[in-house]
């Protein structure tokens, strides 16, 4: 037994060094914080503010990548135009050559002043002479204008990759920014995480922190808790985390994301610690319910007034909690176990997730 306890002592310490090498390292990937870094509300409004900037980064890249891709079948159009210019360039010099050899064959100029001379209607003669010679004029000038197209499209095709050339290096600066960006915002919302556990596992909530809501609610009566996420555990689901069923519907989103209120309502209770980590309880003003768990951090207090779509908590994975979420119920009452499906609650009120 004393063998087993101090095989299980030392993988607590080697994970504990680890853990403490990875926080560590997360601290230098974000030089822009200040010393204060660990305070909840700073990270709480860095993450809040890499997260626009992320997603001004990603809109920039995308519109980049579109026009280099743009660009791109722009010159491959182009590049087979002139692929067809040099291709009739080539078959009007096939013509001609064939009609120089067969004037080679009859003798050229010299043969056609010798039938002048010899010839019963000398105007006839001359009519066919000066046919010819406009003919020969005509071909002449198909051959420059098939000369210049192909000029043309070889100079519009160089100008297209010198374009695409370009465009392709500033997707690649963006898509550098954007990473960069990305990267800080995993660092900054990995501090705020700890910061929450540190509040759950203590029971004690950090109190409410101020941000500025860059997105503000368009006017809707109701709305989806979150944006930009994926559908995961539903309601009622079968799982060996939950005591008995799944009692709301979860939504995969990345620890910082805002979490907005789904109606008008008062905030009826804060609090953290157990299963749910930091939650939020609001009573909106039809007498439902509704409860947001796993939080990181909370924007609003015990008591106040919140609108649709306005932030009240930035979510996380607090408490029973496997991975980054939003934990989303509606319940007749505040209490765990009297939620119902909160998909169709959702849909009852316009809002589709």
Same mark, same amino acid.
């Given at each position: 037994?004393?063998?087993?306890?101090?095989?299980?002592?030392?993988?607590?310490?080697h994970?504990?060094?680890?853990?403490?090498?990875v926080?560590?390292?997360l601290?230098l990937l974000?030089?822009?914080?200040p010393?204060a870094?660990?305070d909840?509300?700073?990270?709480s409004a860095?993450?809040?503010?890499?997260?626009?900037?992320?997603?001004?980064a990603?809109?920039?890249?995308?519109?980049g990548?579109?026009e280099?891709?743009?660009?791109?079948?722009h010159?491959?159009e182009?590049?087979?135009?002139?692929?067809?210019?040099?291709g009739e360039?080539?078959?009007l010099?096939d013509?001609?050559?064939?009609?120089a050899?067969a004037?080679?064959?009859?003798?050229?100029?010299l043969a056609?002043?010798?039938k002048?001379?010899?010839a019963?209607?000398?105007e006839?003669?001359?009519r066919?002479?000066?046919?010819?010679w406009r003919?020969?004029?005509t071909?002449?000038r198909?051959l420059?204008d098939?000369?210049?197209a192909?000029?043309r499209?070889?100079?519009?095709?160089?100008?297209?990759?010198?374009?695409?050339?370009?465009?392709?290096?500033?997707?690649a600066?963006?898509?550098?920014?954007?990473k960069?960006?990305?990267?800080?915002?995993q660092?900054?919302?990995?501090l705020?995480?700890?910061?929450?556990?540190r509040?759950?596992?203590a029971?004690?909530?950090?109190? !409410? #922190?101020?941000l +500025? @809501?860059s =997105?503000?609610?368009d006017g809707? &009566? %109701?709305? *989806?808790p979150?944006r930009n996420?994926?559908?995961?555990?539903?309601?009622?689901?079968?799982?060996e985390?939950w005591?008995?069923?799944h009692?709301?519907?979860?939504?995969?989103?990345?620890i910082g994301t805002?979490v907005?209120?789904?109606?008008?309502?008062?905030?009826?209770?804060?609090?953290?610690?157990?299963?749910?980590?930091i939650e939020?309880?609001?009573?909106?003003?039809?007498?439902?319910y509704?409860?947001?768990?796993h939080?990181? !951090? #909370?924007?609003v +207090? @015990?008591g =106040?007034w919140?609108s649709?779509g &306005? %932030?009240? *908590?930035?979510?996380?994975?607090?408490g029973?909690s496997?991975?980054?979420?939003?934990?989303?119920?509606?319940?007749v009452?505040?209490?765990?176990?009297?939620?119902?499906d909160?998909?169709?609650?959702?849909?009852d009120?316009?809002?589709f997730?």
């Amino acid at each position: 037994m004393g063998h087993h306890h101090g095989d299980r002592c030392r993988l607590l310490e080697h994970g504990l060094v680890q853990g403490l090498v990875v926080l560590a390292c997360l601290v230098l990937l974000l030089p822009a914080l200040p010393a204060a870094a660990s305070d909840g509300p700073t990270v709480s409004a860095q993450v809040a503010r890499l997260y626009e900037e992320a997603s001004e980064a990603a809109a920039s890249y995308e519109q980049g990548r579109r026009e280099a891709d743009a660009e791109r079948a722009h010159t491959e159009e182009l590049e087979e135009r002139l692929w067809q210019a040099r291709g009739e360039l080539g078959r009007l010099h096939d013509r001609i050559g064939g009609v120089a050899r067969a004037q080679y064959r009859s003798g050229g100029s010299l043969a056609v002043t010798a039938k002048l001379l010899l010839a019963d209607d000398p105007e006839e003669m001359i009519r066919g002479w000066q046919l010819a010679w406009r003919m020969e004029l005509t071909v002449n000038r198909l051959l420059d204008d098939a000369r210049q197209a192909e000029r043309r499209s070889a100079e519009a095709e160089q100008r297209a990759q010198e374009a695409l050339a370009v465009l392709d290096a500033q997707a690649a600066r963006l898509a550098e920014i954007k990473k960069k960006i990305e990267t800080k915002l995993q660092a900054a919302q990995w501090l705020l995480q700890d910061k929450a556990n540190r509040s759950a596992a203590a029971g004690q909530c950090a109190g !409410a #922190v101020r941000l +500025d @809501q860059s =997105e503000q609610p368009d006017g809707s &009566q %109701w709305v *989806a808790p979150v944006r930009n996420y994926s559908l995961s555990a539903g309601f009622d689901s079968a799982g060996e985390r939950w005591a008995k069923r799944h009692t709301g519907q979860d939504f995969a989103v990345g620890i910082g994301t805002p979490v907005r209120a789904v109606g008008d309502g008062r905030v009826v209770s804060v609090s953290c610690g157990g299963g749910f980590g930091i939650e939020i309880v609001i009573q909106h003003e039809d007498g439902w319910y509704t409860q947001y768990a796993h939080l990181a !951090a #909370v924007t609003v +207090d @015990q008591g =106040e007034w919140v609108s649709a779509g &306005q %932030w009240i *908590a930035q979510a996380g994975t607090t408490g029973n909690s496997t991975g980054p979420h939003l934990h989303f119920e509606a319940r007749v009452t505040p209490y765990l176990g009297s939620g119902v499906d909160p998909v169709g609650w959702l849909a009852d009120r316009g809002v589709f997730v």
